[in-house]
């Protein structure tokens, strides 16, 4: 195989995914009270960039004097959502603030991360490919952190959100 003008090997393309398939939804749940409805804030206009979760569980390893035995003991799970976004539309950051950061209003907070079935468009030899649809859904949403920035260069105000949920349902194709 020829090398690159470096002296590296060539790349090889092992498949290609399109991002575009990929959505990210806050939405209230219709019925649960908080003055947005059943609107979806992320699709309103959130301009979020970027979107990271975890969920974990209390774990504890229990071990027996004189003995082999382990035991294992878990907790309660709960999950952390930290959400980078620009400040844009004052009227939708109130709602996404009313909305999230109200206590209150927990029971119908969901947010909601997919992809489309379908988003390998070349599985590494040249034809489409077929890949599952993924959807995690957070239940519960709380906001309890809010830090902004803004860089001198681009004067872009950003905001970086910290969210708490109570549970997050697996992908059904797990």
Known sequence: MAKDVYGRQDDILA???SADMVSVSFAAVP??????????LAEAGMLM????????QQFTML????SAKVF??????SGQ????RIVGVKAIQR?????????????GNTMRFASKAGAICDDGDGTPGASPALDYTTKYNVLTSLSISVESQRM???ENLTLAFGSMSAPNDA
């Open 156 to 158: 872009l105000i950003g």
């Open 49 to 56: 960039q970027a979107l990271q979760l975890q969920y974990s």
């Open 31 to 40: 019925g649960t009270g908080g003055g947005t409805g059943g609107q979806d």
């Open 72 to 77: 294992y003991v878990t907790g309660r799970p």
């Open 15 to 17: 498949g290609v995914m």
């Open 63 to 66: 071990f027996e004097l004189n």
């Open 81 to 84: 959502a930290v959400a980078n």
């Open 95 to 107: 709602a996404f603030y009313n909305r999230f950061g109200n206590v209150c209003n927990a029971r």
